[in-house]
Every structure is written in structure tokens, then in C-alpha cells.
């Protein structure tokens, strides 16, 4: 194997569960809030590329704080009766790579209760660590203190880790930590996601078989 630990992202890189139950969940949310919203699915992944996802709701879809709140427990409540899949051929890429001696984390902007859920509900191996929203915001991602302590935790070098992300935040984390990065691009055609990543990631897997390949 070309590594030793994957740091991977949660949603849209493990399950597909921003098309499945995060956008329908914020379309719910807007509905009883605002009777409704322009937003689609695209423009919804691509705010969560930039400006990332607290932009996204204070800036862009214009928020105040009391607004926030709320949108953080219906969403909380919405996605503990919604339980995302996890991709085709993620399960036996997981599988074997423990099998054969790798380690992986996860380091997400979901809760870490919903993460190991989803694990759980989709046969997944269980993460060695895992991070989720509720890490201090000075310290979550796309800040790169979580990948400095799986570094710390499982005495590793920078270079003997690959962060898998769908989105900017975990690129820029990836690059303040100084550690290799892999585009996650199976979650759909997102022409300016794509760009994005294209232009700035050392590798962009547009499936799981493909990242397979680099990996193992």
C-alpha cells in the first residue's frame, strides 16, 4: 500500500448523503422558515465547496444567529431518522484495507454519533478515530489540528497519511497539515467542484474504483 492511514471525509465521500438527506433536510428547514428556497442541489454543493458551509448559511442564505440554532436542530433531527448509504465498492475497499494492515480516520463536518451510525448501518469497518462537528470550531476542519493529532495518535509522518475529500475545506486542511490530498468526485457533475479540484488536488478519482487503484 502507498500508505499507511486514510483521513477520510464523511459526507459525499463515504455516503452519498448530501443529494440523500442534507439537501432535503435544508430545503425542509427553508420551507418552514421562509416558505421555500431557490437553491438547487448544484448551487448547494458548490457554496459547500466556497465559501464553505458557515458562509453558506450566514452570508449567503442570510442566517442570524437565532436562525442558526434552529437550523442546527432540524437538521440534527431531521438526519437521526435519515440514514445515508454508503457508496458502491466503499465497503470492500475499507474491508480489505484494514485486512491488510492500513489504518483510517474519519475528520467530517457531520456529528461523530451520525458518523459511526452511518458506519454501523453500512457494515463499515470501525474509523481507528474519528472527528466530527462537534470538534471546538478554532480546531475543525478545515483547520488542520485533527490530521496533526492522528499524526500524534498513531505515530505517523505527514507523508504516510492521504486525506479523501469531496470539497475545498478538506483540501485546505490537507495543505495547512502538509499532507498528500485525493479529490473524492463521485458524489455527482459539478462543473465549477470540478474545476476546482482539478486545478489544485494531486489526484482526482472520479470513482471509488479509481481511488482504489491508487491506494492499494
Not at 450566514?58 to 436562525?67: C, D, F, S
Request: contains cysteine.
Amino acid at each position: 500500500m502507498h500508505y499507511k492511514c486514510l483521513i477520510l471525509d464523511h459526507d459525499d465521500t463515504v455516503v452519498d448523503s448530501t443529494a440523500t438527506v442534507h439537501y432535503p433536510a435544508f430545503k425542509a428547514f427553508m420551507e418552514q422558515l421562509r416558505g421555500g428556497t431557490d437553491i438547487s442541489l448544484e448551487d448547494y454543493f458548490t457554496f459547500n465547496l466556497h465559501p464553505g458551509v458557515l458562509p453558506f448559511f450566514q452570508n449567503i442564505v442570510g442566517l442570524n444567529e437565532e436562525e442558526m440554532r434552529q437550523e442546527e436542530a432540524f437538521w440534527r433531527e431531521y438526519v437521526s431518522h435519515h440514514t445515508p448509504r454508503a457508496y458502491p465498492g466503499m465497503g470492500e475497499l475499507l474491508w480489505r484495507w484494514k485486512k491488510e494492515g492500513g489504518r483510517f480516520c474519519v475528520i467530517s463536518h457531520s456529528f461523530s454519533d451520525y458518523i459511526r451510525r452511518d458506519y454501523a448501518f453500512n457494515r463499515l469497518p470501525e474509523p481507528d478515530m474519528v472527528f466530527g462537528w462537534e470538534v471546538d470550531k478554532a480546531r475543525r476542519k478545515p483547520q488542520p489540528h485533527c490530521v496533526w493529532a492522528i499524526l500524534k495518535e498513531l505515530g505517523l509522518e505527514k507523508e504516510e497519511v492521504l486525506v479523501l475529500d469531496d470539497l475545498k475545506p478538506g483540501y485546505d486542511m490537507a495543505m495547512a497539515a502538509g499532507v498528500p490530498f485525493a479529490a473524492a468526485a463521485w458524489a455527482g457533475d459539478y462543473p465549477l467542484v470540478e474545476a476546482f479540484m482539478r486545478e489544485h488536488c494531486r489526484y482526482y478519482c472520479k470513482t471509488v474504483e479509481e481511488f482504489r487503484r491508487l491506494i492499494m
